[in-house]
């Protein structure tokens, strides 16, 4: 059997390696959330949003249900995350229809999902993204699979776009927000299955 060729985006990224995180990959999983929320977002660390960055371990370590996924090079550095707990969005801040339709314990929320922006546009988030749906759908508890995104990080709103469907679009909903919330299938797992 003829293996077909991997798109270019694939072979870019063969050398790199998603993993579950370990103890030792928190200090680096750490930096790259932290220079993105710097960076891209252009707020900086704010407690209340970001307060699981500060502590990786017990938001995504030690919790049975959640994980952090890293990607590494290979000589070990980071240069992507993403993880997933199984807290659905809150109300307040958000919508109070978005917390009934994804509540926590049966909803699986995916965060952090960020790449070295010398390692973008090659795949990295879309495989991280796939591996941790494929997580959530092997869970068993979780029916849905939610996150949202801030449209005016650059490709941010498209990528998302290009995985899941646009559950709110507070931009258009006179929440005075701009965050876009979305929920991916968990078909998007059996597709990474499938490659």
């Known amino acids: 059997?003829?293996?077909?060729?991997?798109?270019?985006?694939?072979?870019?990224?063969?050398?790199?390696?998603?993993?579950?995180?370990?103890?030792?990959?928190l200090d680096a999983a750490r930096a790259v959330m932290l220079d993105t929320v710097y960076r891209d977002f252009g707020t900086g660390y704010v407690p209340r949003w970001h307060g699981d960055i500060v502590d990786p371990a017990a938001a995504y370590l030690t919790p049975d249900r959640h994980t952090?996924?890293?990607?590494?090079?290979?000589?070990?550095?980071?240069?992507?995350?993403?993880?997933?707990?199984?807290?659905?969005?809150?109300?307040?801040?958000?919508?109070?229809?978005?917390?009934?339709?994804?509540?926590?314990?049966?909803?699986?929320?995916?965060?952090?999902?960020?790449?070295?922006?010398?390692?973008r546009r090659r795949g990295l988030a879309r495989r991280i993204v796939r591996d941790l749906v494929a997580f959530a759908a092997a869970d068993g508890g979780y029916r849905a699979v939610y996150l949202h995104t801030d449209p005016a990080v650059p490709g941010a709103e498209a990528f998302w776009r290009s995985l899941g469907r646009v559950v709110l679009?507070?931009?258009?909903?006179?929440?005075?927000?701009?965050?876009?919330?979305?929920?991916?299938?968990?078909?998007?797992?059996?597709?990474?299955v499938s490659r």
Do not use: C, K, W
């Open 68 to 119: 952090l996924l890293v990607a590494a090079a290979p000589d070990g550095e980071v240069v992507a995350t993403g993880a997933l707990d199984s807290r659905g969005p809150e109300y307040p801040p958000n919508p109070r229809r978005l917390a009934e339709r994804y509540p926590s314990g049966t909803t699986a929320q995916l965060r952090r999902v960020y790449v070295r922006p010398e390692h």
């Open 1 to 25: 059997m003829i293996t077909p060729p991997l798109p270019a985006y694939d072979v870019q990224v063969l050398d790199i390696r998603i993993r579950p995180a370990r103890p030792e990959d």
């Open 169 to 192: 679009d507070e931009r258009t909903e006179g929440h005075g927000q701009r965050t876009v919330h979305f929920e991916v299938p968990m078909t998007v797992a059996a597709e990474a």
